[in-house]
């Protein structure tokens, strides 16, 4: 016998369960059970009681940031209120306890929203037709690139058109999604005014050119007015355009990149229409595209033949790129969101998202450099620079940090990267001149310290429950173990 089996049974082996059997009972000689499963010491559970509990929990859940308590003013990520309502709705039974196998003809409902869905998406955008499986946004870039090189190897079985031309400005998703494509990527640079460097577009508008991966409007927060002269640029040398619709709040309703030369854009639901962003999923980044694009959608898409909604796959789609019909209760809440704002709400989304990112540029724009100054106005989201505070010692990062102190989210740091000591600010289509003006005193006070108390800045936070972290470390290593302090 080993040493295990000599150890005291932490549990009674005779008493009863509810059928009046009892360990005992059970014919397994302990000598036969695993020694790994054995318990050797005692467990160390914490006698609490239940108001014990509830406090710890609602203490700790109190220490935690969120869009319900306080302003986001994270650029690029797009964390605005979404309403209730959509989630509950999300929630209901016949939504959320449907199998993913069960036979199209008992879920009809189901397949007229999301054929629905598809229309308002291809129609917002001025596409002709949309896939909502793809269930992110990188995933939706990474359809949207199969599909230009399915394009080209139908077009010529010698195809060498293996280049995908990405602005600097771009998400890392891009490049990442046509690497992953078998693309090979090259970068075009911005200009002094935060637009693509057309001549460079022009040298390498070639015979190698599969395509370009835009965003608009950029990560900079700019909307490139050559918009039309770039997708005419690529078109004559055969590429095609992608569209990163990440950014639509800033242009749903007001514009259609479609009309503006579009061949193929994938939109982040979870940004735009009402599932927040951040959360680390579900996501759902539907890919919507135009005539030329339309039988290489991803499968499945939603059909109506005679009142009859079918799933189906198009003649040359690119495939699955997932289980099943994608992030379902994303569909719904965008679905109910599209349907409350309808089309006299939806245009106002994105204007009050551009006024409030141009009304904190203006508040703050003698206090903090602005990262491309050229431009009078930005769309929904403002890209400063702490370039002036630098030379105080004072980094982008300590500004961040400081924000906590007077209780906001950090807004994207260093990003984009062709902005130095880049902090990224979107305010959301969601939040009150009130909320944004006392953002803007909170940000005019931090850059007064910068330049009078620079000491505060480099060890702020002081009044969160943690101080600065080794956030690599934290990561890396996080430490969960629990406490009662
Ligand atoms: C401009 C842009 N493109 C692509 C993405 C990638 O989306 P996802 O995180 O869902 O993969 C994001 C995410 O925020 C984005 O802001």
Redesign the pocket.
């Known amino acids: 016998m080993s040493e295990y089996n000599k150890m005291p049974l932490l549990m009674d082996l005779s008493r009863k369960d509810k059928f009046g059997v009892s360990l005992s009972d059970i014919d397994v000689p302990l000598s036969e059970l695993p020694e790994s499963s054995l318990l050797r010491e005692d467990i160390q559970l914490p006698e609490l009681s239940q108001l014990d509990v509830v406090r710890y929990f609602t203490n700790l859940s109190q220490m935690n940031y969120s869009i319900d308590t306080q302003f986001y003013p994270l650029g690029?990520?797009?964390m605005k209120y979404n309403p209730k309502i959509n989630d509950q709705l999300a929630s209901l039974k016949g939504f959320s306890n449907i199998h993913p196998l069960i036979e199209e003809s008992l879920v009809q409902g189901s397949l007229e929203l999301m054929f629905n869905l598809q229309s308002y998406l291809s129609n917002i955008s001025g596409m002709t037709a949309t896939s909502l499986s793809t269930m992110?946004?990188?995933?939706g870039?990474l359809a949207g690139v199969l599909m230009i090189k399915a394009f080209h190897e139908k077009q010529s079985t010698s195809s060498k058109r293996n280049v995908i031309l990405i602005p600097d400005s771009a998400?890392g998703?891009?490049p990442a999604s046509a690497s992953m494509a078998g693309f090979s990527v090259k970068s075009i640079p911005s200009d002094q005014n935060g637009n693509m460097d057309i001549d460079v577009l022009k040298e390498n508008a070639n015979e190698n050119l599969a395509g370009i991966m835009l965003?608009l409007p950029s990560?900079l927060g700019l909307f490139d007015n050559q918009i039309v002269d770039i997708c005419n640029i690529v078109h004559e040398a055969g590429g095609l355009v992608y569209g990163?619709g990440?950014?639509m709040n800033a242009w749903m309703g007001q514009t259609k990149l479609g009309d503006l030369g579009f061949d193929v854009i994938h939109i982040?639901l979870?940004?735009t229409f009402s599932t927040p962003?951040g959360g680390g999923g579900p996501?759902s980044?539907p890919v919507c595209v135009n005539d030329t694009l339309l039988n290489y959608l991803p499968g499945p898409v939603v059909q109506r033949n005679s009142n009859v909604y079918e799933f189906v796959e198009m003649p040359d789609t690119i495939g699955h790129l997932g289980a099943f019909h994608g992030n379902f209760g994303v569909l719904v809440r965008a679905y109910c969101y599209i349907r409350a704002l309808g089309k006299e709400g939806i245009p106002e989304v994105s204007k009050n998202a551009v006024m409030n990112a141009n009304y904190i540029m203006n508040k703050l724009k003698h206090a903090y450099d602005i990262g491309f100054d050229n431009r009078s106005i930005c769309m929904h989201e403002v890209v400063f620079t702490a370039r002036k505070q630098k030379q105080n010692g004072v980094k982008g990062l300590d500004i961040a940090k400081r924000l906590l102190d007077y209780g906001y989210h950090a807004p994207t740091m260093y990003f984009p990267l062709i902005v130095d000591e880049a902090l990224m600010v979107e305010p959301t289509e969601s939040e009150s001149k009130n909320t944004l003006d006392k953002f803007i005193d909170a940000m005019l006070q931090i850059a007064d310290e910068c330049e009078n108390n620079s000491e505060l800045l480099h060890e702020a936070p002081h009044n969160t429950p943690v101080q600065r972290l080794d956030e690599a470390l934290a990561a890396r290593q996080p430490n969960l173990k629990w406490s009662t302090k």
């Open positions: 690029s990520c797009t992110a946004g990188a995933q870039e998400h998703t891009n965003t990560t990163d990440a950014n982040n979870h940004k962003h996501g980044g």
